[in-house]
């Protein structure tokens, strides 16, 4: 454990405002674009209890493509290694919403993390809870203990009316019999899950079952502590860290070197197992939709911890 | 440290015998088809310098596309971060021999471990050396440490007689700027790399430095032990994570979940940072170009020693 | 005018029947791959007045993809060349229910004959008419003369049940701001449009104008004889001999030589300018979508008339 | 015919004239970047033995991709459909010199007309011929009815010495065994080939045997008379409507609606069947590579002829 953490995250704070203006915020999704963009937040949790923040980290945020890393993790607890059977586990080399790969690959998604992959994951959770969305928040509040958490319904609304190119997946992957639930009504699921909100410390605390074996710490002592296995936590471990942040994988390992997801909202969460995790937040976005001084932050925390040297 | 490590080979040995006649030699080059498809061996290297090896690893095999690790570490080493003007860092999403992304990408390759990308990184090198074979020869038999490692001159003119399509990808990254040397000349020296052959014990001594924060043992003393800085170490293992097994990366991070350069002589080199190296040898191939029992003597040995779980 | 059309066209007849069994019956969609496969009719209305048939050349047939030519001729009257900002009039060189173009090339599909194409023509026509599915059905009937021609409605549901390839091109088409009308609403339009049905004798008559410089002679006398402009009918017939028959439309050319529109119910429709025109029918096809027999049919009729020599 | 042929060959020179700017000079090729821009030449060759020019019509100019026409033709003469097991007679819906599609159609190109179908027509002549340039250069003298027709040294250098993009698709192409001879040797035919010289009227004049069913009138009396079979002459006619002018094929055809060659030397010639042929010459491009006042002069000639509604 770094002796000074608290000291580097006020370091890598204020070097990270230098960045400000850099990137721009999401505006694909009308209310998405309206978030203020100078803002920073970075929390850290720590498999011994501690945790640490600064700036902005308390502060709500639209965790958008972060959610896939949770639908994916429970669709893999309810069905399995059949999973693999309606989706790929490779990296895509191409933009998170293109729908090339569907047509050469029989619609099959490359991954669970691009769109398609993860409308194929919201469609098999779907298919197991009557209500999806309220199912997926249970879980959610469990692993962040808030039982406050909420998505935002305005920007639910305003991204399902403008999911034009995600309906076009769904119906596509349907024509391939690789969907098997309404579009619209997955549609309706898939846009209220993006729209949930965390902070960057209620982001560090639901994912630090995968810095932990699988272990979900808030749960200590109650019988089902063990939230995944650790067989599965490392492949989730893996699967972020070849496809967790769209077409920018190769480039988040190789400066980085950490499974991580990313989302359009300006988040990431980074997993280093057996010592934590990394939610840092900023809404600029760089042209590959990673979030500019986010990015930027993670790949400090790593030169100046070390953190990447242990794993790779 | 796994207690019983040679006892755990041996099982794996054993195991992995039951899967012969799953996959296919590579055939492609006619001099490659004529290996006999029923040999395994495996050797590991620890950095605590202990060495521990079964069934056929000593005897020395095709590296092939193996040693686009070792080029592109000299590359890395030669020209630093420029590099990354000519050549990519992510997955690519397609076949190891795919032209369809340099039309799409202005010729440049989307790592250096596709052919296109390992040709690139053969033209810096040519640039460089005026006798490029024997620099990479004198590299290799210093990391190996044997004088005599030498190349195939058979299989390396029956891979130059029937190079056609990595001529083309030549041509097309010229055709874009992207290739400074004559590709005859280039494809000379890329052939006759290809056909640099090792052991497994061999291939697990000469990746150590891999596993060592990039210190090389063998030079233990020697002024320039550190035959490669930590920070590119980490990094270059991150992109063997990424896009060490061709278009198999994602599936090798989720079953083995190590850095692995894989080559269709049947050889893979897995690192475990900080732990040693392993590599492994059986000539026949799955689908992809990758050693079916290769594949599965790894996954096994991560299962059982656990080595997976440390690193994610 | 050749002597002896009826004696040629009984000789193809004779001839086509040889082929029987060498096509398959299009069974994507359930309802269509009911209709019995050894079936053959050919009508040739001639400008002259004359017509001529054989075979089942009365038996209703689903026209399917043929029905494009008409909403292309439709649209292309209403709105004029700002239609070609929607839509190109290029070869797609792609199958014609690719998707891939249309992420290539920003949602405009590559001509009005493939799907995309004709689902971008139908939005245009929907946005024109309150009921497009009655206005289009009223010019069919005025130009094969015949008030009973309707759709199969059992065809049309089956269509819009299985319509999800259709949908994936809809929505994503929106997506680019290239579709107007719901995609829900204008499928409804688009599968009752394709299973519209006409007889071999009705469809010749039905695309005379086309032969005729764009005038109907079934209104002859009346003030709107002039169907369609003499310059718009030549580029009608240019588009039908470049795009008419999917992805087959070089082959088609270069055996017949002539404007075509194809259908996967088995029906094929040629012009030959100033001469007249020549509806055949059998609903096997080959493995790009194209009737079997209507093709060898038509390339005989030329071959045994040298209409094709007179075009080209 | 129409009347006053001269006077409407001096109105479309006096319009096309207006357009000067509009387009640029092809520079792909140093040598033939050199080229001045502001020049116009049109001829018309007549079945009846009538000949028709303006402006710079006697002037020569590089025909470029305009002897793809030629050296096809020569193609079929030799070899006959077989020729098809190693070239498409389809629209390619993509760039003419794109290697995307030789990946997905296993190395056999869409037609004859790009520049891989080129290549491979090269390459069948340069196995028949030992010294194709030679035997190449005859049959256009012969068909130009000019003993000192010439290829330009000079561009053919130039265009050898960048010729990487065309040598990458002849390798490719070898490496799926659809090309016989070294690529280096069929790139030096190539660029001598592209590299010839006529002028307009000897281009009209050279091309008249695809207006005539075939029949060479230069010859007429001897016993070749019949260059090429009438079948086969109605065929390339086909071709080059639907594959003539690169990826403008589809608009060329609407708006013009006559087979056509198009080069990037800025030459287009046009066959109107059973009337004669146009050829057009102007140096500037528009952004697919065809002459911008070629291709407005032919449209214009369509209009105020007529002959684009005799054809089609």
Same mark, same amino acid.
């Given at each position: 454990?770094?002796?000074?953490?608290?000291?580097?995250?006020?370091?890598?704070?204020?070097?990270?405002?230098?960045?400000?203006?850099?990137?721009? !915020?999401?505006?694909?999704?009308?209310?998405?674009?309206?978030?203020?963009?100078?803002?920073?937040?970075?929390?850290?949790?720590?498999?011994?209890?501690?945790?640490?923040?600064? /700036?902005?980290?308390? +502060?709500?945020?639209?965790?958008?493509?972060?959610?896939?890393?949770?639908?994916?993790?429970?669709?893999?607890?309810?069905?399995?290694?059949?999973?693999?059977?309606? !989706? /790929?586990?490779?990296?895509?080399?191409?933009? @998170?919403?293109?729908?090339?790969?569907?047509?050469?690959? $029989?619609?099959?998604?490359?991954?669970?993390?691009? $769109?398609?992959?993860?409308?194929?994951?919201?469609?098999?959770?779907? +298919?197991? *809870?009557?209500?999806?969305?309220?199912?997926?928040?249970?879980?959610?509040?469990?692993?962040?203990?808030?039982?406050?958490?909420?998505?935002?319904?305005?920007?639910?609304?305003?991204?399902?009316?403008?999911?034009?190119?995600?309906?076009?997946?769904? *119906?596509?992957?349907?024509?391939? /019999?690789? @969907?098997?639930?309404?579009?619209?009504?997955?549609?309706?699921?898939?846009?209220?899950?993006?729209?949930?909100?965390?902070?960057?410390?209620?982001?560090?605390?639901?994912?630090?079952?995968? &810095?932990?074996?699988?272990?979900?710490?808030?749960?200590?002592?109650?019988?089902?502590?063990?939230?995944?296995?650790?067989?599965? +936590?490392?492949?989730?471990?893996?699967?972020?860290? +070849?496809?967790?942040?769209?077409?920018? &994988?190769?480039? @988040?390992?190789?400066?980085?070197?950490?499974? !991580?997801?990313?989302?359009?909202?300006?988040?990431?969460?980074?997993?280093?197992?057996? !010592?934590?995790?990394?939610?840092?937040?900023?809404?600029?976005?760089?042209?590959?939709? $990673?979030?500019?001084?986010?990015? @930027?932050?993670?790949?400090?925390?790593?030169?100046?911890?070390?953190?990447?040297?242990?794993?790779?």
């Amino acid at each position: 454990m770094p002796r000074h953490l608290p000291a580097l995250l006020d370091q890598i704070h204020t070097e990270a405002q230098a960045l400000f203006g850099q990137g721009r !915020v999401a505006d694909y999704i009308p209310a998405l674009g309206e978030v203020p963009p100078r803002q920073f937040g970075m929390a850290v949790a720590l498999c011994n209890g501690e945790t640490h923040a600064v /700036g902005d980290a308390h +502060t709500p945020f639209s965790l958008q493509s972060i959610t896939k890393l949770f639908t994916f993790v429970l669709a893999l607890k309810l069905v399995g290694d059949e999973l693999w059977q309606r !989706v /790929g586990r490779e990296p895509s080399g191409a933009a @998170f919403n293109s729908i090339v790969q569907l047509e050469t690959e $029989n619609g099959i998604p490359r991954n669970p993390f691009i $769109n398609a992959g993860a409308l194929v994951i919201t469609d098999i959770l779907t +298919t197991r *809870y009557a209500h999806l969305d309220y199912a997926l928040l249970g879980a959610l509040r469990r692993l962040a203990d808030d039982p406050e958490l909420h998505w935002n319904a305005r920007i639910a609304k305003s991204e399902r009316d403008t999911a034009h190119r995600n309906m076009a997946m769904a *119906y596509f992957m349907k024509s391939h /019999g690789n @969907f098997h639930n309404p579009p619209e009504l997955v549609l309706d699921n898939y846009c209220r899950q993006c729209a949930t909100e965390m902070s960057c410390s209620q982001l560090a605390q639901a994912t630090m079952f995968l &810095a932990n074996k699988g272990r979900d710490q808030s749960l200590r002592g109650e019988p089902d502590e063990q939230f995944l296995s650790a067989d599965d +936590t490392r492949r989730v471990n893996a699967l972020l860290l +070849t496809c967790g942040a769209y077409d920018a &994988a190769g480039d @988040f390992a190789y400066r980085i070197g950490l499974p !991580v997801k990313t989302g359009v909202g300006g988040g990431i969460v980074a997993i280093v197992p057996g !010592v934590g995790t990394v939610a840092v937040w900023a809404p600029e976005l760089d042209a590959k939709g $990673n979030s500019v001084l986010g990015a @930027f932050a993670l790949e400090r925390l790593v030169q100046l911890t070390g953190w990447g040297h242990n794993t790779l």
